[in-house]
């Protein structure tokens, strides 16, 4: 096992020695505040808490919400900051158009075409809402995919075309108080929903797929469902704050297209004041631009440009929006992360994760990052569920087995430690400063606090230990927590911080009291 203490002998001329590399922290530069790290509910918590036994379940809420250390110090944990709901649309129900055939993948809703409204649907999800409530963890995020089918063109949560949103003309206001009531009910039983999304990737065309239920909206289709949950939420006088647009791709926040349907440019279009959809306008928007990071991971270079692009576009539009990286799970293959399963494909997909969570953060100043959903039959999310020993992939709905991922442990060296509030801070060498697509392949460092305590994220990408010093007003010693291909998120003790190492290919949360 590697030390994470290297001998100034060692330093000096033993068999590990290389530079040192010494960062300053400087906690009078500040940048972004953290909003949350959170994921989805969609589509499993569902059969998990309606059917799991008992014990798995409080040991899968313990994963995900619970802020806590076990005997030996270590976390317990992603500890989650907030947790995204999806408020489902009756693909369960609706079977009369073109429906979605995972049945993995259907949701009940909770209003019924005559107006009435059933609460105890979604039993699953809602087991999982009041587990994350009594570890502590009481933010929430309703999200939709489709308005309920009763109301959209297609009479499906699927749409039937591109044309526009999946919604009937006379229905945009009905949609509205649906979502501001379902709000209004829970924040009555004491969760705190204090986010609402009423759109899912509407960039995406919908209607060429029928795996969940999904709308494309335009521009006009965005600013008009904003205009109508403004009122509803006014009209119940809730806190909740509307989060827009999900797009499933950073690079349509800046770019420009040349057809008018496509919902483009949002950054100035939307969240500019002379923007021709301008919502800035609307008490009860949260000033953030929300999208997704798919198809701009890999390889580095994109990562970095696209990222850099988009910061710089928020910063040029000067209206004090802030942004998120509100959804991610691996869809792409490259040679980094497709292999088969083995320890190194699992630090790889851990390391691959924390390199985007990193650029999110340092480079697209990103306020929130957020998973798309908790757990996955495959090895794509933080939370893998496998069916028990000699069963079949369906009776996992019933059963099974719980697996933290690589990814999951690496999230939580940012999740498990940066609080909501926290605020980023800034962290530079002391010598020549790496170039941003330099350290996607090396060493990215990252800085956070809350007054009290500091805390610095480190990823050693490379296959060698890297000797590491960090300044931060005179502090002494920090606390070290070390995800690498044989440890998840294990405390390594307390360290003097002029003489660190980071172990080959790892995530290490530094914490400096």
Request: proline residues 4%; negative net charge.
């Amino acid at each position: 096992m590697f030390s994470l203490f290297l001998s100034s002998a060692m330093m000096a001329g033993g068999a590990f020695a290389q530079e040192v590399k010494e960062y300053v922290i400087d906690k009078n530069v500040k940048y972004q505040v953290i909003d949350n790290f959170s994921a989805s509910d969609a589509w499993r918590m569902d059969f998990v808490g309606k059917n799991w036994p008992l014990e798995k379940k409080q040991q899968l809420a313990d994963l995900l919400f619970k802020h806590d250390y076990d005997k030996d110090g270590n976390p317990m944990g992603m500890a989650l900051s907030c947790w995204r709901i999806n408020i489902g649309a009756g693909s369960y129900e609706n079977r009369e158009y073109k429906e979605v055939t995972s049945t993995w993948n259907r949701t009940e809703c909770f209003l019924s075409p005559d107006g009435t409204y059933d609460f105890s649907k979604q039993a699953g999800q809602r087991w999982f809402m009041q587990a994350a409530r009594e570890r502590g963890m009481n933010d929430f995020l309703f999200f939709t995919n489709s308005a309920p089918y009763f109301m959209t063109r297609s009479a499906s949560t699927v749409s039937a075309d591109s044309r526009c949103v999946n919604l009937q003309e006379d229905k945009f206001d009905d949609f509205a108080r649906f979502l501001a009531h379902c709000a209004e009910h829970f924040q009555g039983e004491g969760y705190n929903i204090k986010y609402i999304s009423p759109l899912n990737e509407p960039n995406v065309e919908w209607h060429t797929n029928s795996f969940q239920e999904g709308t494309y909206a335009t521009k006009a289709d965005i600013y008009r469902l904003v205009s109508e949950l403004d009122k509803a939420i006014s009209d119940k006088r809730l806190s909740s704050k509307i989060i827009i647009p999900e797009l499933g791709e950073f690079k349509m926040l800046f770019e420009v297209s040349d057809d008018q349907r496509v919902p483009d440019d949002i950054i100035q279009s939307m969240f500019s004041k002379k923007g021709e959809y301008s919502v800035l306008k609307f008490k009860n928007l949260y000033n953030c631009i929300a999208a997704h990071d798919y198809w701009t991971a890999y390889p580095p270079q994109l990562l970095v440009d696209i990222r850099t692009q988009l910061h710089d576009a928020i910063q040029r539009n000067d209206a004090g929006t802030k942004f998120w990286a509100s959804e991610y799970c691996i869809l792409e293959k490259n040679d980094e992360i497709t292999m088969p399963s083995s320890p190194t494909k699992s630090i790889n997909l851990g390391l691959y994760v924390a390199r985007i969570i990193h650029s999110d953060l340092a480079l697209a100043n990103a306020s929130a990052w957020q998973w798309w959903t908790a757990v996955s039959l495959n090895e794509d999310v933080p939370l893998q569920l496998l069916p028990l020993k000699g069963s079949s992939g369906e009776t996992v709905k019933y059963d099974g087995t719980i697996v933290p991922t690589k990814m999951f442990w690496a999230t939580a060296n940012y999740s498990f430690f940066l609080r909501p509030g926290m605020r980023r801070i800034d962290i530079r060498p002391t010598g020549q400063a790496p170039t941003p697509l330099q350290a996607a392949t090396s060493l990215m460092l990252s800085s956070y606090t809350d007054g009290k305590q500091v805390v610095t994220v480190a990823i050693n990408y490379t296959d060698q230990a890297q000797p590491l010093s960090l300044k931060c007003d005179g502090a002494k010693k920090g606390k070290l927590y070390v995800t690498s291909i044989d440890k998840n998120l294990q405390y390594a003790g307390s360290h003097s911080l002029n003489s660190l190492s980071l172990p080959p290919r790892s995530i290490v949360t530094i914490v400096i009291e």
